[in-house]
């Protein structure tokens, strides 16, 4: 077996099921899970639809680069969204369509990593784990950026010694950030990119919660959106992540896209036609569709924003929590340890979230996630505000 096998941790949820495990909840109380980012709105019906309507299609190989109409779709979708210049991220050579965002990101990350004993790779912390854990199997050694509240929940990119960039061979970002929500301003993805032209090396932004957002005027902006500013249509050293599960609630389609420089994914689908990964041809149907429209995602963020609307101050009561800049997720201080806090709320309110140290590492002394839980708006609005009333009622009755 590959050595480095044995160096991936455990997954939050199987922590989380460990934390758990022998806790008896009270049947009186439905259970309400707020623990896994899995999104519970319906799904298009206009899109499953389209699957029904071509199933006929497996009995088809599909190509790895994808249809053209899917790449299509994808490019005039990111190029309005993102306020790229038009022709600039073209069908032909800056989409790779993936099977979800975490098959994209571990994919790449085996294809450009030439691993020796000082590549590095570099994220946030807390982080998406599929981060750590491609670099860990493609020989690379994970650097963890801290995100508090001391920063903002943005790395403070200007601390980061020389020598780490130096030896980077991808810095990750997460914007919206996975838990705090936080988006990365424009002038900090800008001086990413000047770091990246100087020490030679990747930027993959995942940001597969960039269209959950409060505002219908002010959607996050993205990386490839902060090349185009720069006058680097070229995207050079830039590569993206999105998705439509989040977006328009098909995690179970897995379907998404790495665009960005063409250089880097000509090495990428080169890597994948080996890879085995293939989207199947009624999935691309059914993500045709679901790009082009964006009706059912602002109903999508409409149910967000409700959600947010109505638990944030029912929480405030109690926990020190903020609405976040996008997402679905609260990432809320607790008054009690995180791993304390969750095991007890699920023993005796049948709510469940994930204790933040398990999507952090501690380094130096220092777990930026302990002390936090991630909550995930993903239940019904009446739901999360039971869930909400209930986090109120555990905290009064275990703090002074």
Same mark, same amino acid.
């Given at each position: 077996?590959?050595?480095?096998?044995?160096?991936? /941790?455990?997954?939050?949820?199987?922590?989380?099921?460990?934390?758990?495990?022998?806790?008896?909840?009270?049947?009186?109380?439905?259970?309400?899970?707020?623990?896994?980012?899995?999104? #519970?709105?319906?799904?298009?019906?206009?899109?499953?639809?389209?699957?029904?309507?071509?199933?006929? #299609?497996? =009995?088809?190989?599909?190509?790895?680069?994808?249809?053209?109409?899917?790449?299509?779709?994808?490019?005039?979708?990111?190029?309005?969204?993102?306020?790229?210049?038009?022709?600039?991220?073209?069908? $032909?050579?800056?989409?790779?369509?993936?099977?979800?965002?975490?098959?994209?990101?571990?994919?790449?990350?085996?294809?450009? !990593?030439?691993? /020796?004993?000082?590549?590095?790779?570099?994220?946030?912390?807390?982080?998406?784990?599929?981060?750590?854990?491609?670099?860990?199997?493609?020989?690379?050694?994970? !650097?963890?950026?801290?995100?508090?509240?001391?920063?903002?929940?943005?790395?403070?990119?200007? $601390?980061?010694?020389?020598?780490?960039?130096?030896?980077?061979?991808?810095? *990750?970002?997460?914007?919206?950030?996975?838990?705090?929500?936080?988006?990365?301003?424009?002038?900090?993805?800008?001086?990413?990119?000047?770091?990246?032209?100087?020490?030679?090396?990747?930027?993959?932004?995942?940001?597969?919660?960039?269209?959950?957002?409060?505002?219908?005027?002010?959607?996050?902006?993205?990386?490839?959106? =902060?090349?185009?500013?720069?006058?680097?249509?070229?995207? $050079?050293?830039?590569?993206?992540?999105?998705?439509?599960?989040?977006?328009?609630?098909?995690?179970?389609?897995?379907?998404?896209?790495?665009?960005?420089?063409?250089?880097?994914?000509?090495?990428?689908?080169?890597?994948?036609?080996?890879?085995?990964?293939?989207?199947?041809?009624?999935?691309?149907?059914?993500?045709? $569709?679901?790009?082009?429209?964006?009706?059912?995602?602002?109903?999508?963020?409409?149910?967000?924003?409700? #959600? *947010?609307?109505?638990?944030?101050?029912?929480?405030?009561?109690?926990?020190? !929590?903020?609405?976040?800049?996008?997402?679905?997720?609260?990432?809320?201080?607790?008054?009690?340890?995180?791993?304390?806090?969750?095991?007890?709320?699920?023993?005796?309110?049948?709510? /469940?979230?994930?204790?933040?140290?398990?999507?952090?590492?501690?380094?130096?002394? /220092?777990?930026?996630?302990?002390?936090?839980?991630?909550?995930?708006?993903?239940?019904?609005?009446?739901?999360?505000?039971?869930? =909400?009333?209930?986090?109120?009622?555990?905290?009064?009755?275990?703090?002074?």
């Amino acid at each position: 077996m590959n050595p480095n096998l044995d160096k991936l /941790h455990p997954y939050p949820f199987e922590k989380l099921a460990k934390l758990k495990a022998g806790i008896e909840p009270p049947t009186q109380l439905r259970p309400i899970s707020l623990g896994i980012g899995e999104p #519970k709105h319906p799904s298009p019906a206009f899109v499953k639809q389209v699957i029904a309507d071509n199933l006929d #299609k497996l =009995a088809n190989y599909p190509t790895t680069k994808g249809s053209e109409e899917l790449r299509q779709a994808i490019s005039e979708w990111a190029t309005r969204r993102f306020d790229l210049t038009p022709g600039s991220l073209t069908a $032909a050579e800056h989409i790779v369509p993936v099977n979800g965002t975490r098959e994209g990101i571990f994919s790449l990350v085996q294809s450009v !990593v030439a691993s /020796h004993g000082a590549a590095k790779v570099v994220s946030p912390n807390p982080f998406y784990q599929v981060y750590e854990g491609a670099a860990l199997l493609a020989g690379a050694t994970p !650097v963890y950026l801290p995100c508090d509240g001391s920063n903002g929940f943005i790395p403070d990119f200007e $601390a980061v010694p020389e020598a780490v960039w130096q030896d980077c061979q991808i810095l *990750f970002l997460c914007s919206p950030g996975n838990p705090s929500g936080t988006v990365i301003p424009r002038d900090t993805l800008t001086r990413v990119i000047e770091l990246a032209d100087r020490h030679d090396f990747i930027v993959a932004s995942d940001e597969c919660y960039s269209e959950l957002y409060p505002n219908e005027d002010q959607p996050p902006e993205g990386l490839l959106q =902060a090349c185009a500013a720069m006058g680097r249509d070229d995207f $050079a050293r830039c590569v993206v992540f999105h998705s439509l599960s989040k977006r328009s609630n098909l995690p179970g389609l897995r379907s998404g896209f790495v665009a960005g420089d063409a250089a880097i994914l000509k090495g990428y689908l080169k890597y994948r036609t080996y890879h085995g990964c293939a989207m199947p041809l009624h999935n691309q149907l059914a993500s045709i $569709a679901a790009w082009q429209d964006e009706d059912h995602v602002r109903e999508n963020r409409a149910a967000y924003r409700a #959600k *947010f609307e109505a638990v944030v101050p029912i929480l405030r009561e109690v926990m020190d !929590v903020d609405f976040p800049d996008a997402g679905f997720y609260l990432w809320p201080v607790t008054p009690l340890d995180d791993e304390t806090f969750a095991r007890e709320l699920s023993a005796q309110q049948n709510v /469940h979230v994930l204790p933040g140290r398990y999507l952090s590492r501690t380094v130096d002394g /220092h777990n930026p996630g302990e002390n936090r839980v991630r909550m995930a708006l993903v239940a019904p609005l009446e739901e999360c505000v039971e869930a =909400a009333n209930r986090i109120v009622e555990f905290v009064k009755a275990n703090t002074p």
